[in-house]
């Protein structure tokens, strides 16, 4: 067994409905994923997930973009909440605004979002319907590290899901966020386990089992 190294200090930042934090929530309470989440916070004050942090008895914040005259301003304030609260890693999950070098080289290649498609296919906004008026047999979802760019970090883990002929984009969105709950724990616990190293765009990751080289999927199957 290797030596026990220490839990991960995150800090998980917020918009909306926060299913991707209580994932985190639970990866932790069940010894999934070694780590501690020190603050949550959210710009808009009524966040559902602002309520599943408080029962989860986690620390939250109410960081109000509206009340900022700039995006750097705002993030200011962020970066010093998180900073306050040794934060280490910074997750992204849900969080609805674009991020300003202020917190780019605050946490360098130190913070993770995760997307509802497979990049660099379909970034931005509206992606499921995207991908269904496309035509794509497949999408899925993708943690990566922020950079400047929108949607284009370094890609830690991606999950893919098929599109069906009639999914609507309601029906996608639920097929890509179960397998989002599964793999943002996981790019966390990667990076908790010390796993991840970045060579320019790309990550690396120790241990990597590639002993299933035949692995593919197939949308439609072959008859
Ligand atoms: C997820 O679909 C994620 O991919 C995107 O925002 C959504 C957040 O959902 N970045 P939730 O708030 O975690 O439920």
């Known amino acids: 067994m290797a030596t026990q190294l220490p839990p991960v200090r995150l800090g998980v930042l917020i918009s909306g409905t926060g299913s991707n934090l209580q994932a985190i929530i639970d ?8 780590a501690e989440i020190r603050l949550v916070i959210s710009n808009r004050p009524l966040a559902p997930g602002l309520r599943r942090a408080q029962e989860a008895g986690l620390r939250t914040l109410v960081i109000d973009h509206r009340g900022f005259a700039s995006r750097q301003e705002f993030d200011r304030r962020l970066r010093e909440a998180l900073e306050e609260a040794a934060v280490e890693l910074v997750i992204l999950a849900g969080f609805m605004r674009l ?27 509206n992606v499921q319907r995207a991908a269904i008026e496309h035509g794509a047999r497949f999408s899925g979802c993708t943690v990566f590290f922020v950079r400047e760019g929108i949607d ?9 899901v098929p599109v069906y002929p009639d999914d609507s984009e309601a029906d996608l969105a639920r097929r890509i966020q179960l397998q989002e709950h599964r ?36 949308n439609p199957e072959p008859d």
Request: no cysteine; proline share 9%; glycine share 6%.
């Open 27 to 34: 990866a932790i309470a069940q010894g999934r994923l070694q």
């Open 99 to 125: 991020l300003s070098p202020v917190m780019l080289e605050g946490f360098p290649d130190r913070i993770m979002n995760i997307h509802p498609a497979l990049l660099p296919a379909f970034p931005g906004l």
């Open 152 to 160: 284009d970090g370094p890609i830690i883990v991606q999950a893919v």
């Open 183 to 218: 793999i943002y724990p996981q790019a966390i616990a990667l990076y908790q386990q010390r796993r991840l190293h970045i060579s320019g765009r790309r990550v690396l990751i120790k241990d990597w089992d590639t002993s299933n080289a035949s692995a593919a999927l197939i």
